[in-house]
């Protein structure tokens, strides 16, 4: 019905108009040939009515909607793919009518933008804390240990090489969180590469759990897979990204695996792709954490991460990577049970 209202609006004061102008055409008729001639009123308001609207919709054309025309394509200067280039057309759309709805529309994505500009602001602010308060740490150990150095425990061989090795560590610490980071802004700005090439999947998770075996061991974790994947399973992934992705995620399975857990690593075949998917009977991670887990620097329990030597950024870079790679990666948890992350790969031939 809204589209009706300007051509009504013409017809209304078309109408106005030729009343207007009959009365006066039977006014000056009458007055001359004193009486009043029907006819000649009909006929003064059919022309009338006729003239006055062509010159209302003359106007209306020249003035309000050229202007309305032009305000559209400023719009849609902003706005460019939602906004059709139409010309005004009096059967067809009421411009006044569209044009505030336009309004209304540019408006509320302005406010959505402003809003998101807000979040991410915010978002660069903790980020830039986060940063700054996990390198404080080393930081301040590495001028604790240098300091006391300095003040003669160099000369004391009961804390001197102890020192050092602490002071060190926590350097080979600084190191870490910025590769993780540099690795992180790589992966976001879409500057790192991958390097795909096809290997056998199923060699480099054995390969792996061998080599944190040692690790699992001092929390008396069993590391398992499912089946024995006596056959190479090929996939096509950049091998060095997909081994920092598995190492993360077994690594985390044992540092918030509990004593004598396990942790299995499965393989499930489809046509074109394979679900890798790790799995652990540990402590879990409750529902409410789940959405932020693969934001940067999101802990669940940040105690006991840092307790494990952990930063957060770990899954941050596995999902970057995943996503990198086209694939996808899904976790499940329940508190006291067991966490399950599975991600997808593409199978080669
Ligand atoms: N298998 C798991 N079981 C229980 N909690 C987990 C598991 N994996 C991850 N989490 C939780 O998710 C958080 C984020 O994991 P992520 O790997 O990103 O960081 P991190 O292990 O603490 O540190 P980093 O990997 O950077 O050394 C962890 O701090 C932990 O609270
Ligand atoms: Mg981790």
New binding site residues.
């Given amino acids: 019905m809204t589209t009706l209202k300007t051509p009504i609006l013409m017809l209304i004061l078309s109408a106005v108009s030729a009343v207007l102008q009959t009365l006066i055409v039977s006014f000056i008729a009458y007055k001359i040939t004193g009486n009043f001639d029907l006819a000649v009123c009909l006929l003064s308001f059919f022309i009338s009515f006729i003239v006055s609207f062509f010159i209302i919709y003359y106007l209306f054309n020249q003035v309000v909607f050229r202007k309305i025309d032009k305000l559209y394509l400023l719009i849609k200067e902003q706005q460019p793919k939602e906004i059709p280039n139409t010309e005004f057309q009096l059967d067809e759309v009421d411009s006044i009518d569209r044009l505030e709805e336009e309004i209304k529309k540019l408006t509320q994505e302005r406010n959505k933008e402003a809003d998101q500009n807000r979040n991410l602001d915010s978002y660069r602010k903790e980020f830039l804390g986060n940063v700054s308060h996990e390198l404080k740490t080393p930081i301040f150990n590495i001028q604790g240990y240098v300091s006391t150095l300095i003040d003669g425990g160099i000369n004391d061989p009961a804390i001197n090489i102890e020192y050092l090795k602490r002071a060190d560590k926590s350097v080979d610490r600084m190191i870490q969180i910025i590769d ?1 980071l540099e690795t992180i802004s790589q992966l976001e700005v879409g500057t790192l590469e991958l390097e795909l090439e096809t290997y056998d999947i199923a060699q480099q998770i054995k390969d792996i759990l061998e080599a944190l075996e040692f690790q699992a061991n001092k929390k008396s974790i069993k590391l398992q897979l499912a089946k024995k994947y006596d056959k190479s399973i090929l996939v096509k992934a950049d091998k060095f990204r997909i081994r920092q992705v598995l190492v ?1 995620l077994i ?3 044992i ?3 509990r004593e004598t857990g396990r942790t299995t690593v499965a393989l499930n075949l489809f046509n074109e792709q394979v679900i890798i998917e790790i799995k ?1 009977n ?4 409750a529902a409410k954490h789940l959405p932020r ?1 693969f934001e940067r620097f ?4 940040k105690g ?2 840092r307790e ?9 870079i ?1 999902k970057h990577i995943i996503e990198a790679h086209g694939e996808t990666i899904d976790v499940e ?1 329940s508190i006291n049970k067991g ?1 399950t ?1 599975a991600f997808t790969l593409k199978r080669s031939t």
């Fill in positions: 993780d993360n690594t985390n399975s540092k918030y695996g652990d540990g402590i879990g991670i887990l999101y802990r669940v329990d006991r991460s494990q030597g952990g930063t957060g950024l770990g899954l941050a596995v948890s966490t992350i």
